[in-house]
DNA sequence: CGGATACTTGAACGATCTCACAACTTGAAT
DNA sequence: ATTCAAGTTGTGAGATCGTTCAAGTATCCG
């Protein structure tokens, strides 16, 4: 048996790795994939090669091929890390108290212009090439279900729903496309408007 | 003198071209350009080479540097390219009738999701590049001027202005990515919600 | 007609990459 | 202790890519 093929699908991490052996495989390969995402924050994911990301994780590109035996591999696995990371923390604002869901929301929508501008770059081209893998949709999608889910907590009509997710999206292309000032107060009106009541003169 | 030479900037255009040969170089370059919009079209940004351009267009390897030196002027031009097409179609919205600017929008992200998928997809991978080249930015960024200047004609409120923008591109990247039903009226409803009157509770 | 200029071609160099493979090391299990 | 699987390494074959270059062809200008 070889490792890549305890590679598969992306939720795993349900396996007991009462194995020694197999926990320090499981180590590796989550270094592998850290490293995997410095270099597409580094270099883009036009980067990503088996030997950038073994001499960022200062492993062999062996090593590299032995866990993910493809680049796509590779790449679908720190498309599904980085995607985790961000869901969670949304998933944190569901569980928190009502009133600091939107400013919470903001906040991680601001942060993505400052000090996370790299890693959201690197996830917003990680979530690009998804678009043409289509086992990479339902990874890709988990965000934006975070969305819907916080939005849920917050309204029940679908269409203020809707509007709460694509904004959200927006601004956070906005601020990392565009220099726009990113300023949470700014945001959280945004984020307020587009949930706003239905306007008066359209019921389609 | 080289054709890179007038291969300068993205707007050009400006030229009279008396000369047969140059007009006919002028022709090759947009075959170059409209070569690589296809191969980013079929395999992404990621499959661009010279060589895949060249036999896309059906010429040779060195011609496609003739005109484009390195890869990143063939990518730039191919962004200003698509950039150019979109920002002129809603500059078209602008100049007509009032109360068809929305709904044009609207049928505009709606097309993202059907025949102009592959287009769009294209234009969102350089875009994302785009953030990785600061030379870039103005480019990726007149699409996200031009739906301003569409809202600017419909409201005066600037926060009203960045929600629509938002919006708009957050719309673009659901009918992109999810499966979201591309259905103009739902659109358009979520386009005006995001216009609609501020949140009475915030006013920051 | 005769340069000068723009376009076009074919070949090639050097660099890089993917992926495969066999050998070696470490740890677990019986 | 022995046996086997997991982890690890070095090497290299095969392919592709970016870019350059010298030589050739078409077109314009005088």
């Keep these: ?29 989550a270094e592998i994939i850290e490293a995997t995402l410095a270099v597409v924050t580094r270099d883009g994911a036009a980067g990503v090669t088996h030997r950038s990301v073994a001499q960022q994780a200062g492993i062999t590109t062996s090593l590299s ?31 928190g108290p009502v009133q600091d869901r939107l400013r919470g929301l903001a906040e991680l929508i601001v942060e993505s212009g400052g000090p996370g ?3 959201a770059l690197a996830e917003r081209e990680l979530s690009t090439m998804a678009a043409r893998r289509p086992a990479l949709g339902p990874v890709a999608r988990h965000w934006r279900e975070g969305v819907v889910e916080l939005a849920s907590t917050l309204t029940d009509d679908p269409q203020a729903v809707a509007a709460l997710v694509a904004v959200a999206d927006g601004l956070c292309t ?6 726009v000032p990113a300023d949470t107060g700014y945001v959280l009106g945004v984020l307020a408007r587009a949930m706003g009541t239905p306007h008066p003169d359209r019921h389609p």
Tied chains: 1, 2.
């Design 117 to 119: 501008r790299q890693r």
């Design 1 to 29: 048996m070889t490792a890549v093929d305890r590679a598969g699908g992306c939720p795993g991490e349900g396996n007991r790795p009462v194995d020694g052996r197999r926990a320090r495989g499981d180590r590796r390969r």
């Design 174 to 179: 906005a601020v990392l496309i565009d220099d």
């Design 65 to 95: 091929t032995y866990y993910f035996a493809t680049l796509d591999d590779l790449l679908v696995a720190a498309l599904c890390s980085v995607a985790d990371e961000y869901t969670s923390r949304i998933r944190r604002l569901v569980d």
